[in-house]
């Protein structure tokens, strides 16, 4: 690995993680996407979300998220592979927490994800051009 892609992986890292400290708040998270990003959700294998540019994206994930009081996301094992200077792909592992209502009770549910992204570097900067999150494992007490 050479020291441009050392630097790289640590910028792509700091970018999954701001986007990780923003989960919610869809108007900051697509600040890191670009303008053609696709996003799409799967829980299970069934596709439940797909946003296909930015225009969609605040809207989609604010109502993908509407039930969500809070949440909580840790990010763990993170792969990247460069493709060229200004592409890589990344495979993410997280634990995410939302809190959600139901009959009036707080009720907690501990998701198992890993997303598989796909990086740009534009203008210096790197971004996510496509996201697939897959909820492998949700458990609710």
């Known amino acids: 690995m050479t020291q441009e892609q050392i630097s790289d992986t640590l910028e792509i890292q700091r970018l999954v993680g701001k986007i990780s400290n923003l989960e919610g708040n869809s108007a900051e998270q697509k600040k890191f996407f670009t303008r053609d990003a696709q996003l799409r959700v799967y829980l299970g294998d069934e596709m ?8 969609k994206f605040e809207d989609g994930l604010k109502s993908f998220n509407s039930v969500i009081k809070r949440v909580h996301c840790m990010n763990g094992q993170h792969v990247i592979d460069f493709l060229t200077k200004e592409t890589a792909t990344g495979l993410l592992f997280c634990r995410a927490v939302h809190i959600t209502e139901e009959d009036g009770k707080e009720v907690v549910t501990d998701h198992c994800i890993y997303h598989e992204d796909i990086y740009q570097n534009k203008n210096g900067n790197w971004l996510i051009k496509a996201r697939d999150s897959h909820y492998i494992i949700s458990i609710k007490p």
């Open 48 to 55: 439940v979300l797909e946003i296909r540019g930015l225009a």
